[in-house]
């Protein structure tokens, strides 16, 4: 059974690798950096213009690498497990997973206000059963039970470490978590779970029914409609199919976008989309409150990313189609700014581009678009984050660039050092390179953060680029069978968390 789930944990996290965007907690990932005679960043000098290079991937650790990258909340649509924050529930129609709303830390923290443990979490390692969540004031851990085979989530209070249940959820894995103030909402690829969020209570627990020898299985996150009434989740979306094995993506049927009651689970519909291609976790929703966002992924091949794929903005009061565009390959990485659209275009593993488009109630217009030019070690992910008035862009060498949102002209860079890695030089050496880890990328009002995948958390000033300040947590290392150094980073007012892999909990203020 552990056997069994570990692949099949393996295959979530592989999609969840090609699939990253930061959000208000993200995962520092990395090697031992390279500091030198140079200040604890190791950056170089603002450039207010706008060098390219191929580097050797990192042979160990970089599908862990690639997956705490991707680990984080604030969103209520994207993470490993999940992820949530409070602008889901937006007036502004702005959706955006990378954006925290809270004032930064202008100066370097003068230290730690307040420590307390949790439990172990083992993250990055074989029994990692998921990465903490923070989310309005309560953290969430979860970790494998006495018997490895279910996830136990806890719930602990954020000022003070107390902890407020643990439950077993009965699930082996969890493909995503969110939440809608009131419950919680986690999922494998066929079950969904809602418990509520003051108790752990289970509220209800569904598995949508297929005619055998179908089974339902869902592709993605799933993504939140609430209620403004109640202010509670009343409808549920997904991509799936009806599939006859859930493991090898076989034969499917009844593609679309499902509609599941946030009340008890159940069936509510389907919007049909036969050319929908699932695989590998490829397409992705985004709900603003009155319309869906979908980037649907359509091809004859069984690929990743594909060919072709759909933009698509539905009315979510009668599930007709607002508009729809034709896109080279697949958008990813859904962002709303305000009227705009951003997301990540891929086709084919290789090229990169990040879309801007211009949206309203009748069409859309792509704004500009930029191929991405990167040469850290981390597959097709790529780190990026919006405010109102930036697209804040990892390129090559270590390089972070600030793309003017209406237009795409680059307003500053900033170059970071390099971090260490290793790579086998030979069947028993292993030789030290220079490497480039993905970033992760996180904006709040008036700060921009950045977790160089090496261990170092910089602030920078949004507007001009200048390093405010930046300060060292861990020094990341990576084996074949274990890793240490692990950790995730919250923002909060004027101040930011740190949980370890151990569960300790540090409030830097």
């Known amino acids: 059974m552990r056997d069994e789930q570990s692949q099949q944990e393996s295959r979530i996290r592989v999609v969840l690798v090609e699939r990253g965007i930061n959000c208000?907690?993200?995962l520092v990932t990395g090697f031992q950096s390279t500091i030198g005679s140079r200040r604890e960043d190791g950056g170089q000098e603002v450039n207010t213009n706008?060098?390219?290079?191929?580097?050797?991937?990192?042979?160990?650790?970089?599908?862990v690498l690639g997956l705490l990258s991707t680990s984080m909340t604030g969103c209520r649509n994207k993470a490993t497990p999940g992820t949530v924050n409070s602008t889901n529930k937006t007036t502004s129609g702005t959706v955006n997973s990378s954006f925290v709303d809270v004032n930064g830390l202008l100066v370097a923290p003068a230290g730690v206000?307040?420590?307390?443990?949790?439990?172990?979490?083992?993250?990055?390692?074989?029994?990692?059963a998921g990465f903490p969540q923070f989310f309005d004031g309560v953290i969430y851990t979860f970790s494998y039970g006495t018997n490895y085979e279910n996830v136990q989530m806890t719930a602990w209070g954020q000022a003070t470490g107390r902890k407020l249940w643990s439950v077993d959820t009965g699930l082996n894995w969890i493909m995503s978590f969110v939440s809608d103030g009131k419950h919680l909402f986690l999922h494998t690829n066929n079950i969904f779970y809602c418990v509520d969020?003051?108790?752990?209570?289970?509220?209800?627990?569904?598995?949508?029914?297929?005619?055998?020898?179908?089974?339902?299985?869902?592709?993605?996150e799933i993504v939140l409609h609430i209620n403004k009434q109640s202010n509670a989740a009343d409808r549920l979306y997904v991509l799936g199919a009806e599939v006859k094995n859930l493991d090898t993506g076989g034969e499917q049927r009844n593609p679309g976008?499902?509609?599941?009651?946030?009340?008890?689970?159940?069936?509510?519909?389907?919007?049909?989309?036969?050319?929908?291609?699932?695989?590998?976790?490829?397409?992705e929703l985004l709900c603003d409150g009155a319309t869906l966002y979908a980037?649907?992924?359509?091809?004859?091949?069984?690929?990743?990313?594909?060919?072709?794929?759909?933009?698509?903005?539905?009315?979510?009061?009668?599930?007709?189609?607002?508009?729809?565009?034709?896109?080279?390959?697949e958008g990813r990485n859904l962002v709303k700014q305000g009227n705009m659209l951003?997301?990540?275009?891929?086709?084919?593993?290789?090229?990169?581009?990040?879309?801007?488009?211009?949206?309203?109630?009748?069409?859309?217009?792509?704004?500009?678009?930029?191929?991405?030019?990167?040469?850290?070690?981390?597959?097709?992910?790529?780190?990026?984050?919006?405010?109102?008035?930036?697209?804040?862009?990892?390129?090559?060498e270590g390089k972070l660039m600030a793309l003017d949102l209406g237009t795409g002209k680059e307003t500053w860079n900033y170059r970071f050092a390099p971090t260490k890695g290793s790579v086998l030089d030979g069947p028993n050496t292993i030789k030290s390179i220079d490497t480039y880890p993905a970033m992760t990328l996180t904006t709040t009002r008036d700060v921009l953060y950045v977790q160089d995948g090496g261990g170092l958390v910089a602030a920078l000033d949004p507007t001009t680029g200048k390093r405010l300040w930046d300060k060292r947590i861990s020094n990341l290392q990576i084996g074949e069978k274990s890793t240490s150094g692990m950790f995730v980073f919250q923002p909060v007012d004027k101040g930011f968390y740190i949980i370890t892999s151990d569960g300790k909990v540090d409030l830097w203020k």
């Open 50 to 63: 706008g060098r390219s290079g191929k580097r050797p991937w990192v042979i160990a650790g970089l599908l």
């Open 295 to 329: 980037s649907i992924p359509e091809s004859t091949e069984a690929e990743y990313p594909v060919q072709k794929s759909s933009l698509v903005a539905f009315d979510l009061t009668t599930n007709k189609i607002l508009w729809q565009e034709s896109v080279d390959g």
């Open 257 to 283: 976008i499902y509609i599941l009651d946030g009340a008890d689970g159940k069936l509510l519909g389907r919007i049909d989309w036969p050319a929908l291609t699932l695989s590998n976790g490829s397409g």
């Open 197 to 220: 969020k003051k108790t752990g209570a289970t509220v209800w627990k569904s598995t949508p029914m297929a005619t055998s020898p179908y089974v339902f299985g869902l592709n993605g």
């Open 342 to 396: 951003i997301f990540v275009r891929s086709a084919m593993y290789s090229d990169r581009w990040i879309d801007v488009w211009q949206i309203n109630a009748n069409g859309a217009t792509r704004l500009w678009t930029r191929k991405v030019d990167a040469t850290f070690e981390i597959g097709s992910f790529t780190p990026f984050a919006v405010d109102n008035t930036h697209v804040y862009l990892q390129g090559s």
């Open 113 to 128: 206000a307040a420590s307390y443990p949790t439990e172990e979490l083992n993250m990055g390692n074989d029994l990692n």
């Open 24 to 26: 208000g907690t993200a």
